[in-house]
C-alpha cells in the first residue's frame, strides 16, 4: 500500500490541497485493492503530463454519501430525521473536515467554532450544484 500511496502522491504533481484530499479519500478505503482502484481511476482521467487537481477533488466528492453531497453543495443544508438536527450537522461537518474538503479555522472547546473552503474546493462546489441544478 506504500508504493502506491507514493505513486499517487507523485500524480497530484507537489500540489498540497490535492495530497490532503487525496489522503482524505483514501482513509475512508479499506485494503489494498480499494486503494488500486483509487489509483486506476486516478490514471484513467489525469493525463501523464499534467496533474489535474479537479480530477481528485471530483473523485473525492463522487465518494461522499448523497447527503454529504448535499451538505458539501449546500454547506449547511441538513436533513431532518430521528437525531437532533445540530448534532447531524454536526457530523455533516466534521466528516467534510476528516475528507479534507473543509478546513476547520476556529475551535473553542473542541467544536469548531469557524470553517473556511479553498477557492478551488468552492468552485467545485458551484460546479456540482448547478450540475444538479441546485439554487
Request: charged fraction near 25%; include cysteine; proline fraction near 1%.
Amino acid at each position: 500500500m506504500e508504493r502506491l500511496a507514493k505513486e499517487m502522491v507523485d500524480k497530484c504533481g507537489g500540489l498540497p490541497l490535492a495530497v490532503v484530499v487525496l489522503s482524505g479519500l483514501l482513509s475512508h478505503k479499506r485494503g489494498f485493492e480499494e486503494w488500486q482502484k483509487v489509483k486506476d481511476h486516478l490514471w484513467q482521467n489525469i493525463k501523464d503530463d499534467s496533474s489535474e487537481v479537479s480530477c481528485i477533488l471530483s473523485l473525492s466528492y463522487n465518494n461522499l454519501s448523497t447527503a454529504l453531497k448535499q451538505c458539501f453543495l449546500y454547506f449547511g443544508f441538513v436533513p431532518t430525521g430521528k437525531e437532533i438536527m445540530e448534532d447531524v450537522a454536526k457530523g455533516f461537518l466534521n466528516e467534510l473536515i476528516r475528507r479534507s474538503l473543509i478546513q476547520a479555522a476556529r475551535t473553542f472547546w473542541e467544536k469548531v467554532s469557524k470553517c473556511r473552503i479553498h477557492d478551488l474546493l468552492r468552485d467545485l462546489a458551484v460546479k456540482k450544484a448547478l450540475e444538479v441544478n441546485l439554487q
